[in-house]
């Protein structure tokens, strides 16, 4: 298989042209003409994960490795010292990033992975769920299912009836957002300073955390796909550099 088989399929699954302005989903590293043996799945890149890649294979992520144009290569970066081991190891890369979100992931999390029903996602990130529950239940049912290492969060009501889910981080969406507690990562003081102001609640369901689950939503888009053209895909997981449970217990040990 070549590249351009597979950017193609991708292509009309969640298309490359939905991507916000500021993105750089597509293909990242590589050739269209380049011919692929195996294709790894990840959020993310990081060297530890790319000692285990094969030479001549395809990585699709979701957070494109480079967003703004490199003026010099110097591999003292995250991104280029990244390229760096992709050039050499002969590994192209596709990144579906705003595009998968807007078609694909943040249903998909609201859904597959929190359990929501009547879900309705518009044109932009936001997707809307009507439900019956107090800030309490749905703080408690977010971090579970998530896994959340931290309790980051602001009430404002206590019954909700309307949550807003954006994956990531979406707390630039907060003046659009139409529900009694918005669901989103990175969310900083301001944020919920802003957020308070306009009585909406805020429950920090993390970046990594949100978003790691691009990696089995992708795989099963694409496997069935792979296995008509013999090519095998595997998911590889990138590690969150934020370490909560460590902090927690130093914090302890004071």
């Given at each position: 298989m070549?590249i351009?088989?597979l950017?193609?399929f991708l292509d009309?699954?969640?298309?490359f042209?939905?991507?916000?302005?500021?993105?750089?989903?597509?293909?990242?590293v590589g050739n269209?003409?380049d011919k692929?043996?195996?294709?790894?799945?990840s959020l993310d890149?990081d060297?530890?994960?790319?000692?285990?890649i094969?030479p001549?294979?395809l990585i699709?992520?979701?957070?494109?490795l480079?967003?703004s144009?490199?003026k010099?290569?110097?591999?003292?970066?995250?991104?280029?010292?990244?390229?760096?081991?992709?050039?050499?190891?002969?590994?192209?890369l596709?990144?579906?990033?705003?595009?998968?979100?807007k078609?694909?992931l943040?249903k998909?999390?609201?859904s597959?992975?929190?359990g929501?029903e009547?879900?309705?996602c518009?044109?932009d990130?936001i997707?809307?769920?009507n439900?019956?529950?107090n800030?309490?239940?749905?703080k408690?049912?977010v971090?579970?299912?998530l896994?959340?290492?931290?309790?980051?969060s602001?009430?404002?009501?206590k019954d909700i009836?309307?949550?807003?889910?954006t994956?990531?981080a979406g707390m630039?969406?907060?003046?659009?957002?139409d529900?009694d507690?918005?669901?989103t990562?990175?969310?900083?003081y301001?944020?919920?300073?802003?957020?308070?102001?306009?009585n909406?609640?805020?429950?920090?369901?993390?970046?990594?955390e949100?978003e790691?689950?691009?990696s089995p939503?992708?795989m099963?888009l694409?496997?069935?796909?792979?296995k008509k053209?013999?090519?095998?895909?595997?998911?590889?997981?990138?590690?969150?550099?934020?370490?909560?449970?460590?902090?927690k217990?130093?914090?302890?040990?004071?």
């Amino acid at each position: 298989m070549i590249i351009k088989d597979l950017y193609n399929f991708l292509d009309e699954i969640s298309p490359f042209a939905l991507q916000e302005k500021w993105d750089n989903s597509g293909l990242v590293v590589g050739n269209m003409n380049d011919k692929i043996i195996r294709v790894y799945i990840s959020l993310d890149l990081d060297a530890k994960m790319l000692k285990n890649i094969e030479p001549n294979s395809l990585i699709i992520t979701h957070h494109p490795l480079i967003f703004s144009p490199l003026k010099t290569i110097n591999y003292d970066s995250y991104s280029t010292k990244i390229l760096k081991k992709l050039i050499k190891k002969n590994i192209a890369l596709i990144s579906m990033h705003t595009n998968i979100d807007k078609t694909h992931l943040n249903k998909y999390v609201a859904s597959e992975i929190l359990g929501f029903e009547n879900i309705e996602c518009d044109e932009d990130f936001i997707c809307y769920i009507n439900t019956n529950m107090n800030f309490k239940e749905l703080k408690k049912l977010v971090q579970n299912k998530l896994n959340l290492q931290f309790d980051k969060s602001v009430k404002c009501k206590k019954d909700i009836k309307k949550i807003a889910l954006t994956t990531g981080a979406g707390m630039s969406l907060i003046s659009s957002i139409d529900a009694d507690c918005f669901l989103t990562g990175d969310i900083k003081y301001h944020d919920a300073m802003e957020a308070k102001e306009r009585n909406i609640g805020l429950i920090d369901i993390g970046h990594y955390e949100s978003e790691q689950h691009f990696s089995p939503l992708m795989m099963g888009l694409i496997e069935k796909y792979l296995k008509k053209n013999e090519i095998k895909a595997i998911i590889t997981a990138s590690q969150n550099p934020f370490d909560y449970k460590k902090m927690k217990k130093e914090k302890e040990k004071i």
